[in-house]
């Protein structure tokens, strides 16, 4: 004789699922970003003003320069100026070690913390008190929807992902890479985005 509800039953194997896909749902709603553009230099001062937005939070490796590359540009130069005119604040937020942020950080002269430990929301929070900005206010921007783009949702700041500067990674970003290649085919075929690869 079977009972109903006894083990899972059928009722309880439907619960199951409908967790299983509301659970996948809310993660990929975590993991989605507001906006994609394909270089940071897309990114203006006036339309994030507009929007209300005063600071920028942003990765470093592969959205402002390739993992590889120390060096700032001169398209750089002048974005980190129009930001600074326009008062918007910036800073850097990487998880890679102190050498290389501080290397970069330096020659711009943008603030930054190193090994932040994206996705976690601790360095986010701590940029967010040092900007004396609310979530609101701020837009995090970065080529990496694991880290960057889910820590951003995470603290509830506005998302922007950037295609990546080079098609090479670092080897800590290899993997996030496989994940992320999953989940936005996923997206793409519930038509959440439109962007090509
Ligand atoms: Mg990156």
């Known amino acids: 004789m079977k009972y109903r509800g006894f083990g899972l039953g059928k009722t309880g194997k439907m619960w199951e699922n409908e967790i299983r896909i509301r659970g996948v749902y809310l993660l990929l709603e975590k993991l989605l970003p507001e906006e994609h553009v394909n ?3 897309d990114i203006q001062p006036e339309e994030l003003k507009k929007r209300g937005i005063k600071g920028v939070l942003t990765d470093l490796d592969n959205t402002l ?3 590889n590359e120390a060096h700032l540009t001169p398209e750089l130069v002048k974005w980190f100026a129009a930001f600074k005119e326009a008062g918007i604040s910036v800073m850097i937020l990487s998880n890679n070690n102190e050498r290389r942020v501080k290397k970069f950080s330096d020659q711009a ?3 930054y913390i190193y090994r932040a430990r994206k996705p976690l929301p601790f360095a986010f929070k701590r940029a967010m008190k040092k900007m004396n ?5 701020l837009v995090v921007i970065g080529d990496q929807i694991m880290t960057d783009v889910w820590g951003g949702n995470q603290i509830g700041a506005h998302t922007i992902l950037v295609a990546p500067v080079a098609s090479t990674d670092g080897w800590a970003t ?3 890479r496989r994940m992320e290649r999953m989940v ?6 519930k038509g959440w985005i439109k962007w090509e690869d």
């Open 39 to 41: 270089s940071i230099l």
């Open 133 to 137: 900005l609310s979530k609101e206010e």
């Open 109 to 111: 002269d943008i603030p």
């Open 65 to 67: 320069v390739a993992w």
């Open 184 to 189: 936005l085919s996923r997206m793409r075929r």
């Open 174 to 176: 290899k993997m996030n």
